[in-house]
């Protein structure tokens, strides 16, 4: 199975599994330069400014985090559930201090010049558009209290949506 372009309009998933159930591979960056990868489940998607568009959140503290400032483009990579052990390795362990690719057995590929893996069922390859830091005095008690306490906030990120790609 190869991973095909379909349009991200033409996708039957359902964003509240794939992201918060399912998890996903946010990585950013380039085979030449480098790249990282982070495990994630929080996230949006939808349209914004009309485009197809998906909004992500990363802590400054993340090894991922220098990788998305200084590119444009990023991928959310969804896998099935024979990949949760990787997507589970990826989420409690650092590409400081480690090889992921190396630990999980995943393979990465290249796609419109994002770095995505070639076991992912399906990559949405996304351009930066925005990035604002989350300001904790503007949420609400509970949400600060519960995800900032001791936790530096996130940045979000809303990516377009450029390119779609289905492993079936």
Known sequence: MALQPINP????????????????????GT??????????S?????????????TCYVRHSRHTFGFIEQNEL????????SQRKALSFCGSHSGRDCDKEAETGLHTVTLDGAVTFAEAKLVFVCRKRYAADMDVADLPEDVASSFYATDAPHR?????IIACYVNE
Not at 9 to 28: Q, Y
């Open 31 to 40: 085979k030449e330069t480098g790249y990282n990868f982070m495990t994630a």
């Open 156 to 160: 979000l990120y809303i990516g377009e």
């Open 42 to 54: 929080w996230g949006q998607m939808g349209i914004l400014w009309n485009k197809p568009s998906v």
């Open 74 to 81: 990023f991928t959310l990579s969804f896998f099935d559930e």
């Open 9 to 28: 309009a033409d996708w039957k998933g359902n964003p509240f599994s794939a992201i918060g159930k399912d998890w996903f591979l946010l990585t950013a």
